[in-house]
């Protein structure tokens, strides 16, 4: 059975920095496209950066101060959150998929909140 841990998330403030790690345990796999989304309050969950064969991509309001990296060997993903802001605020939560696997496995979520 595969499970994803999340851990990193907290309270910052606006400005700061936070960095998510999301390691996925078991036996007999690799994941292949991994990423992260997030759900504000009141909000439908958004993809915030996915990573699939070293090639990333980037949820607009995020380009240029979130970074996602990965470790396929390792089954782990890392989100670097910089200049945050308070409307980075959410549960953020990761996923991760086998290469041409229709299955999608979750973790279960860790909170970020960006307040002065």
């Known amino acids: 059975q595969v499970q994803l841990v999340e851990s990193g998330g907290g309270l910052v403030q606006p400005g700061g920095s936070l960095s998510l790690s999301c390691v996925a345990s078991g036996s007999g796999f690799r994941l292949y496209n991994m990423g992260w989304y997030r759900q504000a309050p009141g909000k439908q969950r958004e993809l915030v950066a996915s990573i699939s064969g070293g090639n990333t991509n980037y949820e607009y309001s995020v380009k240029g101060r979130f970074s996602i990296s990965g470790d396929n060997a390792k089954n782990t993903v890392y989100l670097q959150m910089n200049s945050l802001k308070p409307e980075d605020t959410a549960v953020y939560y990761c996923?991760?998929?086998?290469?041409?696997?229709?299955?999608?496995?979750w973790g279960q979520g860790t909170q970020v909140t960006v307040s002065s």
């Open positions: 996923y991760g998929a086998e290469a041409g696997s229709l299955i999608t496995y």
